[in-house]
């Protein structure tokens, strides 16, 4: 009976294993779905954010280059006045 009995019982438990195996394995899938879709999310975030900094970037850039300008033009002008001046 012993001989018998020992078998069904190990059967009975790996089955049992399995089962708890199984479920846990799908939590996980599930927890690895759920972190993957919030990476996604975050990812979709800071792409955003970096499109509207380079945006920004952009705008100040052509800000800075306009006065760039406007000051060589200027320093032009006190040049030109500058070797006038001189050749009086």
């Known amino acids: ?4 009995v020992k078998p069904i019982v190990k059967k009975v438990t790996l089955e049992l294993i399995y ?3 199984d479920e846990r394995t799908k939590e996980i899938k599930e927890e690895i779905k759920s972190l993957n879709k919030k990476m996604d999310e975050m990812r979709a975030e800071y792409t955003n954010e970096f499109k509207e900094l380079r945006g920004e970037y952009k705008e100040d850039f052509k800000s800075i280059n306009a006065r760039i300008d406007q000051i060589h033009t200027r320093l032009d ?5 500058l070797s006038d001046i001189k050749s009086r």
């Open 19 to 21: 089962d708890v195996v």
């Open 77 to 81: 002008q006190i040049m030109h006045m």
């Open 1 to 4: 009976m012993k001989a018998t």
